[in-house]
């Protein structure tokens, strides 16, 4: 099989996976994204396990019976952060070399290229494919709260982790990725006619704003900590001392050491009130840890960087600010890279693109990488 000559039955796949509304809220949306995968994984012989969800769609956990314990983990997601409608909105289209619709590089173009990659293995005769387990989860959009531990337990033993997040606009793969967490703060005061009684008021909002400013004292953007209160509700009526008032916060750091001293901080500022009378209730934690380039993630950069080579692609490598779940792997000690998915940008807005050149050429590279840490890891066995 030549991955290249495959492209228009790719991008035909891609075109009803991007069609289907899968936001991490919808449930069945991502479990028909599932369903549409399920008959190319069992094709070649992989064996599915649905990890059902209540509220959200099943994660997968998908295993060639041949090999009972993979070395190669593939992580990537299926949902999105798009509604239900987007689709019907703005469908899948192709203009002038790229592909337009929700989802269509974060990832829907990534989940046609696990398998189109898992495909051409197996087609050359080459068992790496067997060598590989994958994981699709429903929930990475909103922090990936119930596949985390399912992440975690299945890259227990792996030797390689590689998350399909797309691939930057310059091509880069991700070495590096900030931290982050997510906090809300909830003031309760006590509510009062601002006109008639106002002393006997005990306003949140003033409460909360003493604490937006304290949080945001506490960034230091030169060493990679953000702190950002995003979004605040509160307030009955414009003549009352607001009884309630919450704070949504957004927070991102360079370093573990950086995620627990600023953790620590922020339940220091909350800890007390500043306007007598009112009282502030915290919750939330730092949700992914920092993606360090540290020398596992490094060496095995410098493998993907070699197979690139020889298939004539430079690789490159930057960091990022976003999170994802190549967070877990890399804190766990596994060997980790991330954006190894197809070219593209503007992820998460109306703009997102795929470039579609990029399909095939990083399909064949994750097959060859795939190969070549399957290898390696046969060569570690043997010595
Ligand atoms: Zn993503």
Known sequence: MNVQSKEKEMLAFLERLVNIDSGSNNKAGVNEVGKELIPYFEKIGYEITKVKQDEAGDHLIIKHPAQKKASILIVAHMDTVFEE??????????????????????????????????????????????????????????????????????????????????????????????????????????????????????????????????????????????????????????????????????????????????EHKIEEVCASSDVTGTEIELTGDMRRPPMLKNKKNEKLFHIVKKVGAELGIEIKDTKTGGGSDASFTSAMGIPTIDGLGPIGGNAHSDKEYLEISSLTERTLLLAKVIERLAEENNKVQQT
Do not use: C, W
């Not at 982790?161 to 997510?182: C, F, H, Y």
């Open 85 to 262: 409608g987007t689709a019907k909105e703005r469908p899948f289209s192709i203009r002038e070399g790229r592909a337009y619709g929700p989802g269509v590089i974060d990832m829907k173009a990534s989940l046609v290229s696990v398998i189109y990659a898992l495909r051409y293995l197996k087609e050359i005769n080459s068992n790496a494919y067997q060598d590989v387990q994958v994981i699709l989860n429903s929930d990475e959009e909103v922090g990936s709260l119930t596949s985390r531990p399912i992440i975690e337990k299945e890259a227990y033993e792996k030797s390689y982790a590689l998350i399909m997040e797309p691939a930057r606009r310059d091509g880069s793969v991700v070495t590096e990725r900030r931290g982050s967490g997510r906090f809300t703060i909830e003031v309760h005061g006590k509510a009062a006619h601002s006109g008639i009684e106002p002393e006997k008021g005990r306003s949140a909002i003033e409460e909360l704003a003493h604490k937006i400013l304290k949080l945001h004292e506490l960034n230091d953007h030169e060493h990679g900590i953000s702190v950002n209160v995003g979004i605040i509700e509160g307030g009955d009526a414009v003549n009352t001392v607001s009884a309630m008032a919450i704070g949504h916060l957004d927070v991102r750091v360079a370093t573990l050491k950086q995620a627990e001293e600023v």
